[in-house]
Structure formats: structure tokens, C-alpha cells
């Protein structure tokens, strides 16, 4: 009998993949993927495991599929870029047992310091076929049908949910998971898996890739003759002349839009890439107008005008390269207020009740108590008096760039902060550069930055935010952390012996002490060469919610004789646990944990 | 039956809990629940919302539309601002009347807005409104956690689709038994305080 649960999506797509039999997973952390992972630890007789970045969990997936293992990558849209140089070959090569890699977009940028749409680069690219779910439970069952059709075709699939995919709740109903596992075995297929130049003798002499490159180009008949019997695709009926395209979530906010308005129109809805050719041909002929709803680029506009042109069909295609808003996260909202610029009729069905009003916006911050406070802190009075720069992140301490910290100057991706160090020590310029990097970014992609920092000799002081978690995305465990995705115990790396065995000069500092901190940050920058600062302490929040100690407490209070209403504390170091009322810093009794940095930082002694 | 719910607030307020109680119980009346939070890094200071969306047919989108809210519960009141575009005329509004300021507030470069102003401006979006002051209720009791017991202990003596037996049991059901005492002091005490005349702002 099956049973129903109130299941986050990404709960209902590891079920997903579990009742399909899934037995290798790997991923990286990175919102909104992160709990597919986490989560497939219950699942008996899988191999589940915290890859150092999403190349590597790629490339063990398919070293499960080739096993004859069913198989699942799990990342981000930043983690698919990391990714690509594998997939542009997983893709020539096939796969045995069924692989599904996931990767989740985040349309309107809630978690990411980007947005884009793996759609392009897994399809468009890639020549993937990809599946694009319009609810979680949709999500779950388009998953389990990726692996049989991953097996029939010999493809990896791609499911892309976006955020309100991974990030919404509803009940999801529970099938039951495979009585047996299948058992692993290799079979030798060098022509496919030696991925090399040479010439095929059996091909008179064509070059392997070219071969392959046909392979996956004539994969694409088929995968269209799929599609186009696929449950994901469908044709509603409607009145007038006006078509909505509804793909994965857009097609949610399109039966949102249109049960508000009391309406009905054709819609198209479409879940899959390739698209269903014929399905597509058959309702762009019935409408003289339709409106593309996608997150988050204009992918399937496109290939709707395509279709169009090359069928003879005359009908406006509009898209979010042409009439809808171009970026950020579609809703309901967005379909209505659209659909009132194209059909007048709509204009006058619009609920609402209250414009928006502008309120003042909350910031990202370090946690109180939090050690990257103390090291920013003193990381900002040292580029203050040796005129430093500071190249950041991604990470817990990007915050450290928003105000009031205000101390790196760049943050772009996994493990460019030293890198892009190099470049600017490797320019002359006269200041001391520092890269400031995590535990987590540093295994994942900044120790070939770090090795390139000390093989070419950049004067360049690298901080290791060493905080012993992927504190970010909620305390995933990486080779730093000394247990594994399970929470057994595993082998530890030692950053500071990797560095120090690559050649760096490595430093330690207190982040809790701030004068002892600033004093090291000074003296590594004088060093020639590249030098590595370890400021090691445990996240605060993952620490204290397990009850562990990470600095001795120090209850302390405002003399409101002393204090000035200066706001240094404030204004320079941020604490949240900080107010400032009448003139005079308050400390917030509620949310204060004491770790008594505001002192060191008060230079009235007002705060003792 | 359709119920929509937007409850806003700040990090570590219970504000996922709160929604999750919410669905459970619905779930269990047999009813079809849909919804999803935006988590602005909330351990980091940042905004959190959760939609909640309860019918006894389909339910298409997990976000609650603009002008769609029946109820809108802000655990911080700013926070509730925020999503004032979310409500419904003739909505509900209750608000915990304890402010969390934002780091910019703090230096003197944004405005926290005065009480009065806040609930003036979400009249204008309701027909109904209640204000009570659960953080402080909760510390009074000894710890700031039951704030969110008690606001869902209000927000049921006010919302007749969510019967109090039944919620209670849905929080209950998903604390440690050790706990159930106080937080059945707190959500009888959320229930008493938004009985109260004051506590009545529209």
C-alpha cells in the first residue's frame, strides 16, 4: 500500500531516485540542491557521498553507471559549470546503468550570487535531454522514469528543478523501494569509453570523437520520438487566439494565474528538452499568439520560433527575450500582469490588494558570535593602515563585503579569490594583496589556486577560514571536517600541512583574539612569497547548536557613562546584538552569546 | 475550503515550524497542502517567509499570489510590511509587535518604522488585525523559543479553519514529551493574550 508524506522536493526527488534504485550519489552543497544528498543516507545499500566539488561527483557517478550501478550527480547551477569539461564527454560516451545528473536552478538569485539556467548549457551545449518539473511530485516521478530511459537510450539524463521546486512542500505520495539491488559488473567498451583521437579502423579511419559527436547527434531522433509520447507534454484546450507555454514551474503559475482570473486559455505544457516536435507544430497552428513562460532564460521561445519558421507557422512567439521581464523569478503575478498587456480582458481581473512598499532590506551578516567578525574586523584594520587589498570568496564570510565590514573587493566563484590574487600581486601594484578563502571552497576548487600561487611565487597572503563545516549551506561535512556525509568518522586533511608541504609559509591566528590577528595579517603581508593565515574556530551557530564551547565567555556590559554614541562598535564592526537607543549602544540581552569581542573593539572602555 | 497563509519573519523564530505544524494539521484533516519558504540566509540576519497554501481541491502554485493572502502573521512586524502586496482585501493581519532592527537601522542609514504607521499601513490591506507582543510573552515564560508556539496559539483563536485541539496536537506531535508542558502553557498563553481588547487593532 503506498503512503502519503508532507515532503520538501527535494526530499520527494531522492525518494525518487531511491525507489529507482539508485545506489551512487554524490553531490556539493550549494542551495537549493543540498538536502537530496543529505537525505539519501536513509536509503539502504547506497554508496552516498560529499564530493569535493561537482566535477568529482560527476565523474563518480558515472564510475557507478559504468558499474552497471544506477547513478546520481547532484550540484547547483554554479556546481554544473564546474562540471561541463565532464559532461561535454559523459555526453560523446553514454552511459551503462541509468545516470541522472540534478542540477538546480535558482531563478531570482535567493541563494546564489548568480542566475542562469542549466538548460543551456546541459542541452543547448551538451545535447542532453533534460526534464523540467512543474511540481515536486512531478519532479519524483520524472526521475524514476530518467532512469529507465537513461538505460533505454544510453543517456544521461538531466532533471533541472528550479528553487520553488527543491523549496516547496506538499504531500507526495511513497512507492515502494526495490526489494533487490542490482549486482556491479564492467564491461570493457574502449570505443566508447576511451575518450582519444584515433582513428577507428571499423569507421574507415574517422576519428573517434567524430564518431561519437554522430552518436550523439543521431541520439537526438530518438530522444524526440520519446518525447513526443512523453507524460510531461500535454495540450490544454482553451478559448481565443492567444497560447500560454507553460514550461516546468511556469506551467504552475499559468493554472495559478488563470483559476484567479476565472479564465481559460490553450496551453501548451512542457516538461521536456528535446521538445515534443509534433505536440509543438500542432498547438503553435491553433493560436496566432503565444507567451513563453520559463525560468529563466528564453531557451524554449527560441525553439518555439524555430519550429515556426521552419513549419511555415505564422504565429508571435513572445518570450522573455522579447516581452516578458528577462530575469528574476516568475509567479502568478507575473503571468497576470503580462497576460493584461496581450489579452485586455485581463486587465480587470487583477486581485490586488496593497502595492508593495519599500521596507528597509536585511542584510546577510555574520552570525553573533560568529569568528569571522573578530578576523574581519581585524582584517579591515589592517588593510586600513597598510592600504591592502582583499580578494574574497564564496562562503559564510562573504558577507564581510557588505556593510558595515566592507573588506574584500571581489567575490565571483568557487575558489577565485586566489587566482585573482595573482593577477593583481602579478601586476606591481604596490599594496599588499590578501585572498581570503574557507575550508570548504579551498578543497573544492582553491587548492589549484593556492598551488599556482606558490609555484609562480605571487606575493600573496592566503586567510583559510579553516571553520571546520560548509557552514553556508547548512554544515555539510568535507575532507576537513573529520566525518563523512553519514557523520562516521573519516580521514582528516590538514590544510596546514598541504600548504606547508606545497612550499607556503603558514601562520595561525585566534580569530577571537582581533589585536593578535591584525598583528599576524601585518607581518605575513612583509613575508616575500605566498604565505597562508589559518584562522582556525569552528562555526559558531553549527557549535553551539551542539553544545560545544568554541570561546571562553565574556559577559560584558556599556557603561553608559563612557560611551559617546561614537557607534564604532556599530558602524564598524556590526554585531547585531548591538542597538544604539537615546544616544548610547545597547547590548541586546535576547541575543547576545557573549563572546565579549565588542570590548576589544570599543576604544572609549565603554564596554567592559 | 482554500486557506492561504503567509507567515513572515526573521531567522530562528520557529517561522518554518510554525508552517510545517500548519500543514501537518491540514494534511491530516485531509486536505491538500502546498507551500514553500524563501530563506534569506535566515541564521545570518536575514528575512524568512513561508507560504502556505491549504484546499480541498488542487493547488497550483507554492507561492501565495499577490492579493492572495487570507492571513498574514508577522512574526517581526517589519516583516510583515514586506509582504503586505500578498494580502487579500478583507485579509488578517497579526503581527508580533517585537521589532528586530536591521544592521542598517542600527547605523543610523534606514528607518525601523514606528508601530502606529505599520499597523495604519496594513489596515489599509486587511479588514482585520490583531497586534500582541510574543517574543516578550516568551521570555516572560522564560525563553524566547515558545514565540512561535504562541503566536500559533493566537493565530488559531483567530483563524476558525485551524481548530486549537488539533494544531496543539500538531506542535506537540513534534516535540520531545518533556517540552509539552510549556508549550502548552505557551499556546494557551498566545491564545489568551490575542483575546485580549488591546490586542485588537482593527
Known amino acids: 500500500m503506498s503512503e502519503k508524506k508532507f515532503l520538501m522536493g527535494n526530499h520527494a526527488i531522492a525518494r525518487g531516485a531511491a525507489e529507482a534504485g539508485a545506489t551512487v550519489v554524490a553531490g556539493y552543497p550549494g542551495t537549493p540542491a543540498s538536502e537530496i544528498v543529505e537525505d539519501y543516507v536513509q536509503y539502504p545499500g547506497a554508496y552516498v557521498e560529499w564530493a569535493a566539488n561537482e566535477k568529482v561527483a560527476t565523474e563518480i557517478a558515472i564510475g557507478g553507471s559504468l558499474c552497471n550501478q544506477r547513478s546520481l550527480a547532484v550540484m547547483k547551477h554554479n556546481g554544473t559549470n564546474v562540471a561541463t569539461d565532464f559532461i561535454m564527454h559523459l555526453n560523446f560516451t553514454g552511459v551503462k546503468g541509468g545516470m541522472v545528473l540534478l542540477s538546480a536552478d535558482d531563478p531570482g538569485a535567493n541563494s546564489s550570487q548568480n542566475e542562469e539556467d542549466t538548460r543551456i548549457l546541459v542541452h543547448t551545449y551538451g545535447h542532453l535531454p533534460v526534464f523540467d518539473p512543474s511540481t515536486p511530485a512531478e519532479a519524483k516521478a520524472m526521475i524514476k522514469d530518467a532512469y529507465e530511459l537513461s538505460e533505454k537510450t544510453e543517456l544521461c539524463f538531466v532533471l533541472r528543478p528550479v528553487m520553488r521546486i527543491c523549496h516547496a512542500r506538499s504531500i507526495i505520495e511513497l512507492e515502494p523501494l526495490p526489494d533487490k539491488l542490482r549486482e556491479p559488473s564492467l564491461e570493457n567498451d574502449r570505443s566508447r569509453y576511451v575518450m582519444s583521437a584515433v582513428a577507428e579502423p571499423a569507421y574507415g579511419g574517422t576519428l573517434r570523437p567524430v564518431i561519437r559527436h554522430r552518436w550523439l547527434n543521431q541520439k537526438q531522433e530518438e530522444l524526440s520520438a520519446i518525447m513526443e509520447e512523453s507524460p510531461y507534454n500535454w495540450i490544454e484546450e482553451g478559448e481565443g487566439e492567444v497560447g500560454l507555454v507553460g514550461c516546468g514551474i511556469g506551467y504552475s503559475y499559468i493554472k495559478e494565474a488563470l483559476e484567479i482570473a476565472g479564465k ?60 516578458l521581464p528577462p530575469e528574476g523569478e516568475m509567479s502568478a503575478t507575473y503571468v497576470l500582469k503580462s497576460l493584461g498587456q496581450v489579452v485586455p480582458s485581463f486587465k480587470d481581473d487583477l486581485p490586488f490588494a496593497h502595492e508593495p512598499i519599500p521596507v528597509p532590506t536585511r542584510i546577510r551578516s555574520q552570525c553573533v558570535g560568529c569568528p569571522y567578525r573578530g578576523m574581519l574586523h581585524a582584517l579591515k584594520t589592517t588593510i586600513r593602515k597598510n592600504k591592502g587589498i582583499v580578494t574574497g570568496d564564496i562562503g559564510c564570510h562573504d558577507a564581510g563585503s557588505f556593510a558595515p565590514m566592507e573588506v574584500q573587493s571581489t567575490i565571483y566563484c568557487m575558489g577565485s579569490s586566489i587566482p585573482m590574487a595573482i593577477g593583481m600581486a602579478k601586476t606591481g601594484i604596490d599594496r599588499p594583496i590578501y585572498a581570503m578563502i574557507g575550508d570548504s571552497t579551498l578543497f573544492h576548487n582553491g587548492i589549484i589556486g593556492l598551488l599556482d600561487a606558490i609555484y609562480n611565487q605571487a606575493n600573496v597572503t592566503v586567510i583559510i577560514n579553516d571553520n571546520r563545516t560548509t557552514a553556508m549551506t547548512g554544515f555539510q561535512p568535507h575532507p576537513g571536517s573529520e566525518v563523512n556525509v553519514r557523520g562516521e568518522e573519516a580521514p582528516y586533511m590538514h590544510i596546514d600541512k598541504i600548504a606547508s608541504a606545497m612550499g607556503a609559509k603558514v601562520y595561525y591566528i585566534e580569530p577571537y583574539d582581533i589585536e593578535a590577528t591584525k598583528n599576524t595579517f601585518l607581518e605575513a603581508a612583509k613575508e616575500p612569497g605566498t604565505k597562508v593565515v589559518i584562522a582556525k574556530a569552528p562555526c559558531f551557530l553549527r557549535s553551539s547548536r551542539l553544545g560545544i564551547k568554541t570561546f571562553p565567555e565574556r559577559v560584558v556590559k556599556v557603561d553608559p557613562e563612557r560611551c559617546n554614541g561614537c557607534k564604532v562598535c556599530i558602524n564598524d564592526f556590526g554585531c547585531p546584538a548591538l542597538i544604539f537607543k537615546d544616544g548610547k549602544v545597547h547590548i541586546d540581552e535576547a541575543t547576545c552569546v557573549h563572546c565579549g569581542l565588542c570590548a576589544d573593539v570599543c576604544k572609549r572602555g565603554a564596554i567592559k | 475550503m482554500k486557506l492561504n497563509l503567509v507567515i513572515a519573519g526573521v531567522g530562528g523564530q520557529g517561522n518554518i515550524f510554525a508552517s510545517e505544524v500548519i500543514a501537518q494539521y491540514a494534511m491530516k484533516k485531509g486536505y491538500n497542502v502546498f507551500g514553500t519558504e524563501t530563506i534569506g540566509a535566515a541564521q545570518r540576519g536575514g528575512s524568512v517567509v513561508s507560504h502556505v497554501r491549504i484546499a480541498d ?100 483563536k483567530i483563524c476558525p479553519q485551524l481548530e486549537p485541539e488539533g494544531i496543539l496536537e500538531a506542535i506537540l506531535g513534534r516535540l520531545k514529551p518533556k517540552t509539552h508542558e510549556a508549550n502548552r502553557r505557551a499556546f494557551a498563553l498566545g491564545q489568551e493574550l490575542v483575546s485580549a481588547p488591546e490586542a485588537k487593532v482593527l
Not at chain 2, 111 to 135: F, H, N, V
Open chain 2, 57 to 156: 481541491g488542487p493547488i497550483y502554485s507554492p507561492l501565495v499570489p499577490q492579493g492572495q493572502a487570507d492571513y498574514l502573521v508577522g512574526f517581526e512586524p517589519m516583516e510583515a510590511l514586506r509582504y503586505i502586496n500578498l494580502t487579500k482585501p478583507g485579509a488578517t493581519f497579526l503581527i508580533n509587535r517585537s521589532q528586530v532592527p536591521t544592521i542598517s537601522i542600527n547605523m543610523g542609514l534606514d528607518r525601523y518604522p514606528e508601530e502606529g504607521e505599520i499597523i495604519k499601513t496594513l489596515s489599509e490591506a486587511a479588514s482585520c488585525g490583531y497586534a500582541i507582543d510574543a517574543t516578550k510573552a516568551a521570555a516572560q515564560m522564560g525563553n524566547t523559543i515558545y514565540t512561535n508556539v504562541i503566536l500559533l496559539g493566537a493565530l488559531s
Open chain 1, 264 to 323: 481559460k486559455l490553450p496551453i501548451l505544457k512542457l516538461g521536456t528538452l528535446p521538445l515534443p516536435r509534433q505536440k509543438v507544430i500542432q498547438f503553435l497552428r491553433s493560436v496566432k499568439k503565444v507567451l513563453v513562460y520559463e525560468e529563466v532564460e528564453p531557451v524554449v521561445a527560441r525553439m518555439l520560433r524555430e519550429i515556426a519558421y521552419t513549419e511555415g507557422i505564422e504565429v508571435e512567439v513572445l518570450g522573455r527575450d522579447n516581452f
